[in-house]
């Protein structure tokens, strides 16, 4: 094999026949001609300080995001009344909980627009615009007229908004577990990665405080209708301060240095090559088996994700009784002990292996899920938060992955884009719908337990893909160079390479090319 260290006139771009590929990501088979030896410049030494740096700024949008599903989640009831006025008593809940559907159904479109354009202009630049829209449409919501002012035209702007924040989201999860993941080393991307859905459970831990507290004080001062004559604004108005916060923490972020090593290696790349830059279109031809792979995984993970956190508030009060307070205040100590178990999970996976902590998810969800909603219908505050700490076991186990396991399955170039299809597609079609299609299961054949049944449906679904997954942890992202803490660690990994089956430079951006040879690539490829 070559060396990648040439005379000076060359310089480390790649290979220009598009040849590196990882079987992960669908591709093909390295040639000797590019299977280049790896060397200490080109592993990316990241500092620790960057590392959490890069990593509070994503936290921060994710905390905004699940912010806003905390608030309308524990909302829903009260917002039941402020917006269906006039509907026919059946569907009024269902009216409100299709402002999550639709919220979720916009999601792909999102994934669709800003994917791509993340993977075209960088990661940094897209996740602060999708910020800044999912701040403003989130404190909007908190200004629209009601039902009694406007009837039921008021669902319908209530639902624009949603269809606003989905499309922002669409960006905003792929981007940031895009982040993440190429920010964090190898070694330790389960733990690093996790910290990113600590922002989203904790997020939504703090709306249902948030709820929980504006509803205490407000009853306390207007009466038991408080809620419903204005309080209900409160909680949204907060997402404004809150999500200007959050936009000076993601001014702050730098750009990933996967995307910055492998830019101009991309431009050299033939447009059919596997591990070029890609739209929609060519990650579905190149990547479709993996993407299904990934749908499957975030499938398992989302629907007991939402089951816990968005439909939990509203089940609690109409089918078991508690009230609004209640039902907020039931949840927030379990998404708190979930958010702080999300790193230890993330360590183990990065010991044990992303697949193996998968099966413990699917297998936990299929013994656990109705023991706990049984315990639940027996009533009472302590049963409920047992049966809710049992639900939690394996939403944190698949949880914890997410940021880790799925940007980790497509290759550097497509990742944004790639990512954005999968996640959206699967958590508008499986996850953001939970709460709606168990309800109607509910209402459709009176048993309580219907949505156990969904989320098992799926922990099936997401077994029989993590079977078929490749294992991820401690390797290099497809596509990127290898990633350490220190410089010591990126010698070991040079010395090494030959013996460690970790390595695989057909993978990598690191062969080299003279400038003739990047001007006739970028000329045959069209740039």
Request: charged share 15%; net charge negative; proline share 6%.
């Amino acid at each position: 094999m070559p060396s990648s260290h040439e005379p000076s006139a060359r310089t480390d771009f790649g290979s220009v026949t598009g040849g590196p590929t990882n079987t992960a990501a669908g591709a093909s088979v390295a040639t000797e001609a590019n299977d280049p030896r790896l060397e200490v410049d080109h592993v990316l030494v990241v500092d620790k300080k960057n590392v959490r740096t890069a990593i509070g700024g994503t936290v921060v949008g994710n905390f905004m995001e699940w912010f806003d599903f905390g608030i309308y989640g524990y909302l829903t009831v009260t917002m039941t009344a402020v917006f269906t006025e006039g509907m026919p008593e059946q569907f009024k809940l269902l009216a409100t909980l299709f402002g999550f559907a639709v919220s979720f159904l916009v999601r792909p479109l999102g994934g669709i627009v800003l994917g791509p354009l993340g993977d075209k202009f960088g990661r940094q630049k897209v996740l602060f615009f999708t910020m800044a829209m999912m701040a403003l449409s989130t404190a909007l919501i908190g200004a629209l007229p009601t039902s009694q002012d406007i009837g039921l035209w008021a669902i319908v702007l209530l639902y624009l908004l949603k269809m606003v924040q989905g499309f922002s989201t669409g960006g905003e999860y792929a981007g940031a577990t895009t982040y993440v993941a190429e920010f964090s080393p190898d070694k330790r991307r389960g733990y690093f990665a996790a910290w990113l859905d600590v922002g989203s459970y904790f997020g939504f831990a703090v709306g249902a405080s948030t709820v929980a507290i504006t509803s205490f004080f407000v009853e306390n001062a207007w009466g038991p209708t408080g809620m419903v004559d204005g309080g209900w604004r409160i909680p949204f108005f907060l997402a404004l301060p809150l999500g200007i916060i959050a936009i000076i923490f993601r001014l702050r972020i730098p750009e990933t240095p996967a995307f910055d090593s492998a830019e101009e290696y991309h431009e050299t790349l033939e447009k059919d090559d596997p591990m070029a830059r890609h739209g929609i279109l060519g990650i579905l031809r190149h990547h479709w088996k993996v993407v299904l792979i990934a749908m499957a995984l975030v499938a398992a993970t989302q629907s007991a994700g939402y089951m816990l956190t968005s439909y939990m508030p509203p089940y609690l009060e109409k089918t078991v009784g508690l009230n609004s307070t209640g039902s907020a205040v039931a949840t927030v100590p379990v998404l708190v002990v979930l958010s702080i178990s999300l790193p230890f999970i993330g360590i183990l996976s990065d010991r044990i292996g992303r697949r193996a902590v998968y099966l413990i998810a699917v297998g936990t969800t299929l013994v656990l899920m109705v023991p706990a909603f049984w315990i639940m219908q027996q009533g009472g505050f302590w049963n409920v938060q047992i049966a809710l700490f049992l639900v939690a076991i394996p939403v944190a186990c698949y949880v914890s992955l997410g940021a880790s396991a799925l940007p980790a399955l497509f290759p550097t170039a497509s990742r944004f884009g790639a990512m954005a299809l999968a996640f959206n597609l699967s958590v508008s079609l499986f996850g953001g719908t939970t709460g709606f299609f168990s309800q109607a299961l509910i209402e459709m054949t009176g048993n309580n337990y219907m949505p156990a049944f969904y989320v098992m449906f799926f922990a099936v679904l997401g077994g029989i893909a993590a079977f078929k997954m490749d294992e991820t942890a401690q390797r290099p992202l497809v596509g990127s160079m290898p990633t350490v803490e220190t410089k010591e660690e990126a010698r070991e990994l040079v010395a090494t390479q030959d013996e460690n089956p970790l390595i695989d430079t057909s993978t990598m951006p690191i062969m080299t090319v003279t400038p003739e040879e990047l001007e006739k690539a970028k000329a045959a490829a069209g740039k």
